[in-house]
């Protein structure tokens, strides 16, 4: 680590301020900006920092268009989801593999 402040700020009751970067990364020009505030003074700097590269998925989405409520309705009460005793005996991750297939399965 390396301090990047190359000015000092000796101002009376001030406090030494510091910018460290590792010593890898190119040197960062720090601006001192005074507010005109007592005598509290800003440090301003530019980081370049490196990103990972965005990371794309390809979703595939159903046309609502064709959607009926209703019948999506009447289906989702006949189905395995509305049955009590379709599902008392299942372990705590299947209800939501229940739930994910019946939908998916009256969704398509």
Do not use: K
């Not at 530019?46 to 409520?69: I, K």
């Amino acid at each position: 680590m390396f301090n990047r402040i190359s000015a000092i700020l000796l101002l009376p009751a001030a406090t030494l301020d510091v910018v460290c970067t590792r010593n890898d990364v190119p040197s960062p020009t720090v601006d001192i900006l005074d507010g005109g505030l007592s005598n509290h003074h800003l440090l301003r700097w530019s980081s370049h920092l490196c990103c990972p590269a965005p990371v794309y998925t390809t979703s595939v989405r159903r046309c609502w268009r064709s959607f009926n409520p209703d019948t999506f309705q009447a289906n989702l009460l006949t189905s395995a989801l509305c049955d009590v005793l379709s599902y008392s005996d299942l372990d705590s991750d299947s209800p939501t593999s229940l739930y994910d297939s019946i939908i998916t399965e009256l969704l398509d």
